[in-house]
T-cell receptor, first 118, second 111 residues
Framework: DTGVSQDPRHKITKRGQNVTFRCDPISEHNRLYWYRQTLGQGPEFLTYFQNEAQLEKSRLLSDRFSAERPKGSFSTLEIQRTEQGDSAMYLC????????????????FGAGSRLTVL | GQNIDQPTEMTATEGAIVQINCTYQ??????LFWYQQHAGEAPTFLSYNVLDGLEEKGRFSSFLSRSKGYSYLLLKELQMKDSASYLC????????????FGAGTRLAVHP
């Protein structure tokens, strides 16, 4: 397994266009997370999937954002009608099934998809 | 809120020791992680603390005091390749294991 893969690595688009990012997690990981990171800041949580179920969404995730994980494997994050404020690095992370309530359950991150909205 | 505070920037000399502090809200605390992130790359896991005390891993150690809502990452025998951002992240109970990150500390190691 080569870790968490994200595609595309870079996307430049014009304001108002739709973009879609794909994440392929580590194969035995059933938990998948999307984060957004802007320059000089830490990653901000967007949404969480356990298998195919989207169990949590941040208030940061406006109606223009939608995420899916149809078969509990790869996930997509779509941004409709992009705005300049959407410019950021979109990070995907995955983790294995929870090993107890206090388990480390480390998140493994992909290299991210960098979005630039002109 | 779940504010996680860490210094914005630090500088240190090659071969020296540096300590990066992190404070967080104690309510609902369920584990603290440190990640390293080089510019343009993915965050990579360094350490995990859930009980009070020091966890040592080679040149890196991490300390936790749950009652004080405080952690630090200690980097020894600094190398130039340690120049990176160091992210403190907290797992809170009831949060589906998601991590809440601080803004990160950019460490510059100079000769």
């Amino acid at each position: 397994d080569t870790g968490v893969s994200q595609d595309p690595r870079h996307k430049i688009t014009k304001r108002g266009q739709n973009v879609t990012f794909r994440c392929d997690p580590i194969s035995e990981h059933n938990r998948l997370y999307w984060y957004r990171q802007t320059l000089g800041q830490g990653p901000e949580f967007l949404t969480y999937f356990q298998n195919e179920a989207q169990l949590e969404k941040s208030r940061l995730l406006s109606d223009r954002f939608s995420a899916e994980r149809p078969k509990g494997s790869f996930s997509t994050l779509e941004i409709q009608r992009t705005e300049q404020g959407d410019s950021a690095m979109y990070l995907c992370a995955s983790s294995p099934p929870l090993a107890g309530s206090s388990g480390a359950n480390v998140l493994t991150f992909g290299a991210g998809s960098r979005l630039t909205v002109l | 809120g779940q504010n996680i505070d860490q210094p914005t920037e630090m500088t240190a000399t090659e071969g020296a020791i540096v300590q990066i502090n992190c404070t967080y809200q104690t309510s609902g605390f369920n584990g603290l992680f440190w990640y390293q992130q080089h510019a343009g790359e993915a965050p990579t896991f360094l350490s995990y603390n859930v009980l009070d005390g020091l966890e040592e891993k080679g040149r890196f150690s991490s300390f936790l005091s749950r009652s004080k809502g405080y952690s630090y990452l200690l980097l020894k025998e600094l190398q130039m390749k340690d120049s990176a951002s160091y992210l403190c992240a907290v797992k809170f109970s009831g949060g589906y294991n998601k991590l809440i990150f601080g803004a990160g500390t950019r460490l510059a190691v100079h000769p």
